[in-house]
């Protein structure tokens, strides 16, 4: 809801004030709707399911940007496994070389683009690499709990907001400015502290 006080305050028109009564009117209207199709009878059954949906959709979150992080790093994995098997003849054919500074300029590149795939091949938790077909398996399993928790995501995401939004109106219309009280039981713990 909107505070219409503090916004005229702001030099806000008399035809805001209008648009900003009848929004507020609205906004009471769909959540009381609301209430009564969910049949919420009381505030803090209200704040149970607000604080419920909050809960599921940081989980949510959390399995998502798992699922996305493992991807880009099986992503890499399989870059560095591709950039290994490619300039694997010519790394060993600059071992054969006695490792000459003449060879290493010439094919610096691949040189060092094999160094990184080693480099990164020692740093795996498991001392053996894993192959590309258990690498695209793993992938494309993330993949699908990712578009599967995704799916769920949204629903929840709509259902947050609305009861966020009910919770915010009821707490206006209430009075209630939880703020304000959440300052106070701070302020009250440091004094108690002291």
Not at 78 to 87: C, D, M, P
Not at 102 to 113: G, L
Not at 115 to 121: E, G, L, S, T, V
Request: some cysteine.
């Amino acid at each position: 809801m909107i505070n219409i006080q503090a916004k005229i305050a702001e030099g806000k028109s008399a035809g805001y004030e209008r648009w900003a009564k009848k929004y507020n009117r609205k906004e009471v209207a769909r959540t009381v709707c609301l209430l009564r199709e969910r049949g919420i009878d009381n505030y803090e059954e209200l704040k149970a399911l607000t604080e419920k949906f909050s809960g599921r959709f940081n989980e949510l979150s959390d399995e998502m940007r798992k699922s996305e992080k493992r991807m880009v790093e099986i992503g890499a994995l399989l870059t560095h496994i591709n950039n290994y098997s490619r300039t694997r003849k010519v790394y060993e054919a600059y071992r054969k070389s006695g490792y000459s500074r003449k060879f290493f300029e010439e094919h610096r590149e691949e040189i060092q683009i094999h160094k990184a795939a080693k480099q990164a091949f020692e740093q795996l938790p498991e001392s053996k690499v894993p192959s590309r077909r258990s690498l695209n398996e793993e992938f494309h399993r993330c993949l699908s709990e990712k578009k599967k928790a995704y799916t769920e995501y949204r629903q929840v995401k709509k259902e947050m907001q609305e009861y966020l939004t009910a919770k915010q109106t009821v707490e206006n219309i209430l009075g209630i400015d939880w703020k304000k009280q959440e300052e106070q039981k701070k302020k009250n713990i440091e004094y108690r502290n002291r």
